[in-house]
Each structure stands twice: as structure tokens, then as C-alpha cells.
């Protein structure tokens, strides 16, 4: 599959999460150019079903470099907390959420705490 510009649905949330980043707080929206990487990302991560910049690269055929996409990752100033705060509240929205608890879970991860059979049930 080849990744050229980013799902529709992917634009339109896009443009939603802008508007409100601007809303939440005065200029913490997106650039033009970290929503069209973010749009990148996002296309990327549904059609490929990983985060790899490498894979990015070849669906585009070679219009998003892997230097491009991870540097503006690493170095451009995306007010990460803030966006992240919008997207769930625009997710929850979106759906209708209005209660609930919200938990990230890392368990997937080398570094988080796992629990083994013998800490089950013991409070531990």
C-alpha cells in the first residue's frame, strides 16, 4: 500500500485536535508541518500496523525520509502533554464517554513492573 497524503479520517482529527489545542491553550497548535507529519504517523501506524520509520519511508517511496520523520520527533517542539490531553478528550467526545477510568498500560514494555502467579491476590 502506498501512503502519498493521509486518510481523510485522519486529516479531519487532525484538524479537529488543532482547533482544540487552540482552544485549550493560545498557541500550542500544531505547525503545518508537525500536522503533516503527524498525519504521516498516524496513516503510517494503520496501514503498515507498527510505528517504523523505516516502513514509513517505503510506503511513501521514499517522499518521507527516516531522518525527516524521526528527527521532527525527537526535535520539534510539540507540546506533547497538551496534545495528548486533547486527543483523549476528543476521543471521548467523539464516542460519548462520560465516566470511566482511564490507564495506560505498559505492560508490553521491557522496563514496567510485571506481576508474577506468586504476587496474585496477596495485595503485593
Known amino acids: 500500500m502506498l501512503m502519498n497524503a493521509p486518510a481523510t479520517f485522519i486529516q479531519s482529527y487532525i ?13 500550542a ?16 501506524i ?10 514509513f519511508e517505503r510506503s511513501s517511496l521514499g517522499d518521507c525520509k527516516v531522518a525527516a520523520l524521526s528527527w521532527v520527533f525527537r526535535k520539534a517542539s510539540i507540546p506533547w ?4 490531553r486533547v486527543s483523549v ?3 471521548l467526545k467523539r464516542y460519548g464517554i462520560t465516566e470511566g477510568v482511564l490507564a ?18 496477596n495485595g503485593a
Request: proline share 0%.
Open 29 to 44: 497548535a500544531l505547525t503545518r508541518i508537525q500536522a503533516a507529519w503527524l498525519g504521516t504517523c498516524l496513516t503510517g
Open 89 to 91: 478528550v476528543l476521543i
Open 104 to 121: 495506560f498500560d505498559e505492560s508490553d514494555r521491557a522496563r514496567s513492573k510485571s506481576t508474577n502467579a506468586e504476587n496474585q491476590g
Open 81 to 84: 502533554d497538551w496534545l495528548l
Open 15 to 27: 484538524d479537529d485536535l488543532n482547533d482544540a489545542l487552540n482552544q485549550l491553550k493560545t498557541g
Open 46 to 55: 494503520l496501514l503498515m500496523n507498527s510505528v517504523c520509520w523505516a516502513k
